[in-house]
């Protein structure tokens, strides 16, 4: 009997630019879901109802096949990989695009009152009848830069997430925020937001979105 080989997982630094018309595909969910990767969104630019392209830097993890068959998805898709870098081989480089300003300030004391105040607005959200999307902005800590947080949505709690809106600069100086469309059963909803709070990590729940797009 041969035994079998395991194959050592692969990880890739790549840079994406995103067209228009994908800003409201979960694109980067697909990576964790279908290909079993590991997605780390180490910067990102992208603004919500905008034609103008978004881009990621993204370090994805996983096995190498699998990795191969995600880029060949990407381009199918006609994403572009701006920058394609094996680690430890190629370093790659985040000067090529300039990085729009971010209005958002928030502190320690805001970040306290936001970390109680989403169970309230999650009942009020499941009385209006809504049990399966919710819209969020979630800050991503600079504490919290080399973590996949949001490919933990993914692959933890069985959800489909999808990046509508995105401000992290490359340089780990400040807090990140993404405007997230998550899709799921309640209790994988519940149990996702219950991940972030214990992260520590702010979240503003959008309500609106129990009316649907108007």
């Given at each position: 009997m041969s035994a079998t080989k395991s194959v050592e997982p692969a990880s890739v630094h790549?840079?994406?630019?995103?067209?228009g018309r994908y800003h409201r595909q979960p694109v980067i969910s697909r990576l964790v879901s279908r290909y079993d990767l590991t997605?780390?969104?180490?910067?990102?630019?992208?603004?919500?109802?905008?034609d103008s392209d978004g881009w990621f830097d993204l370090e994805l993890s996983g096995n190498p096949q699998k990795l191969t068959n995600s880029l060949s998805y990407l381009q199918g898709?006609?994403?572009?990989l701006v920058q394609l870098a094996i680690?430890?081989?190629?370093?790659?480089t985040h000067n090529s695009l300039s990085f729009p300003d971010s209005a958002y300030k928030l502190n320690p004391k805001d970040s306290a009152w936001l970390a109680a105040r989403w169970q309230e607005q999650f009942q009020q959200w499941i009385s209006?009848?809504?049990t399966n999307r919710l819209r969020l902005q979630l800050c991503?800590?600079?504490?919290?830069?080399?973590?996949p947080v949001i490919s933990k949505l993914?692959?933890?709690?069985?959800?489909?997430?999808?990046i509508t809106s995105a401000i992290l600069k490359p340089d780990s100086q400040d807090d990140g925020w993404f405007d997230l469309d998550l899709w799921g059963r309640t209790k994988q909803l519940y149990s996702s937001l219950s991940y972030l709070e214990k992260l520590g990590l702010p979240i503003w729940l959008d309500l609106s979105s129990v009316y649907g797009d108007r």
């Open positions: 790549s840079r994406i630019l995103v067209p997605v780390n969104i180490k910067a990102a630019s992208l603004t919500l109802d905008s898709l006609g994403v572009d680690a430890n081989q190629i370093q790659a209006l009848g809504q991503i800590l600079k504490s919290y830069y080399e973590q993914v692959s933890r709690y069985g959800l489909t997430v999808n």
